[in-house]
């Protein structure tokens, strides 16, 4: 039996505000990289324990995309997505992790599809660029 495909690359894509995202294939490999979408209900869903265990499974990073700032159709789902992200980028510094693993970005549902898979190319070419995370390198039993 084949082994599952562990993603190096997931993007979490605010399903509510950016239709467009249907669009994306769910899977794709990019310069090596295996890259996951996933559509979530709202972006302000995402939370700092998710994050975290997103980040745990994957190789490179995770990037979430939300609507711009008064677009939400759930009043502050964005808001409070970004907040999250920049408090993860917090915790990820005192840990020892770069915090540019996980990106916050921001789409209109008024802008072309080609300017969301750009969006969404360019963050899998940046958060390959950092490499393996740390968390990866780690074996189970080895520890810190």
């Known amino acids: 039996m084949a082994e599952p495909v562990v993603p190096d690359v997931v993007i979490n894509i605010c ?15 990019q310069d090596g ?3 996951l979408v996933r559509e979530v209900p709202c972006s302000g869903k ?4 998710y994050l975290l265990h997103t980040l745990e499974g994957v ?18 789902g964005n808001t409070r997505a970004e907040v999250r992200i920049r408090t993860m980028h917090r915790l990820m510094e ?8 996980a990106e916050f970005l921001q789409f209109s549902r008024e802008d072309e ?21 740390a968390l990866q390198t ?4 080895q520890g810190h």
């Open 138 to 141: 780690v074996q189970p039993g």
């Open 113 to 133: 599809f080609e300017n969301l898979e750009r969006l969404v190319r360019g963050s899998v070419k940046r958060l390959r660029r950092l490499g393996p995370s």
């Open 46 to 49: 995402t939370n700092s324990q």
């Open 15 to 29: 399903e509510n505000c950016i239709p467009e995202a249907r669009h994306l294939p769910r899977q794709w490999t």
């Open 33 to 35: 990289v295996h890259v």
């Open 59 to 76: 190789t490179h990073g995770v990037c979430t995309i939300a609507c711009r700032q008064g677009e939400c159709r759930l009043a502050q």
């Open 94 to 101: 005192e840990i020892g992790l770069e915090p540019e693993r």
